[in-house]
């Protein structure tokens, strides 16, 4: 069974949690990348799928699952409740948190599926930049159907007037390294399917 991470404060979480493991993080010392587990970055828009399909992929894997959403700070979801976009600033932070997270998987050498919108090119960056070569799994959905998605769900703090900034942010990962782009509509047994056995490609050892 998959395990969930979940925030709390980062003094008393990661950095106090994984401080003695981060000098292992880039391969230095002990610790080195065939020992590790490749994390997963599973991004989207509003809609995508995202928390479903990390969860499944999660669960198939045997994996650490990352919620993005749980992750952001209070000012972060009043923000979007009210229907006001987040930008660069907002998302600084949060982006920190989840690159604490990953960092804080690598160290403990688990397999973390992180589930993050990841919009921008910049964003990406950022998390690749936390633990060495992490893949991501980009769930390429229609807007209308974004739309209609995220029209028909309850109890989530993203409200559909804020679909049209979700689009105008995203910069899909087309010919980036390690990236999966898969159709979004399909069926989420064929969406996990198909992410896992790219994933477990990733993993094997060539040769």
């Known amino acids: 069974m998959f395990k969930k991470a979940k925030w709390k404060n980062p003094e008393s979480h990661c950095r106090t949690q994984c401080e003695d493991k981060h000098s ?44 993005g959403d749980a992750f952001h700070p209070e000012e972060n979801v009043a923000k979007m409740k009210n229907g006001v976009p987040l930008d660069d600033a907002d998302r600084a932070d949060w982006l920190d948190r989840l690159a604490e997270e990953l960092q804080c998987a690598y160290g403990e050498h688990k397999r973390a599926v992180l589930a993050c919108s990841a919009l921008k090119y910049r964003y990406r960056q950022h ?58 509509t399909k069926p989420l047994a064929d969406i996990v399917h198909a992410a896992a056995t790219w994933y477990e490609a990733l993993n094997r050892e060539p040769g």
Request: glycine share 8%.
């Open 24 to 67: 292992n993080v880039l391969g230095i010392g002990k610790s080195s990348m065939k020992e590790n587990k490749i994390a997963v970055v599973v991004m989207g828009v509003a809609g995508s799928g995202k928390s479903s399909i990390a969860t499944a992929l999660a669960m198939r894997l045997d994996g650490y699952l990352i919620e």
């Open 127 to 184: 998390l690749r930049q936390a633990v060495p070569a992490p893949g991501f799994v980009f769930l390429d959905l229609p807007r209308n159907i974004a739309e209609q998605r995220v029209r028909e769900r309850s109890g989530h703090f993203m409200p559909p007037i804020l679909m049209e900034s979700q689009y105008a942010a995203l910069e899909p990962p087309v010919g980036e390294p390690l990236t999966l782009i898969v159709d979004a």
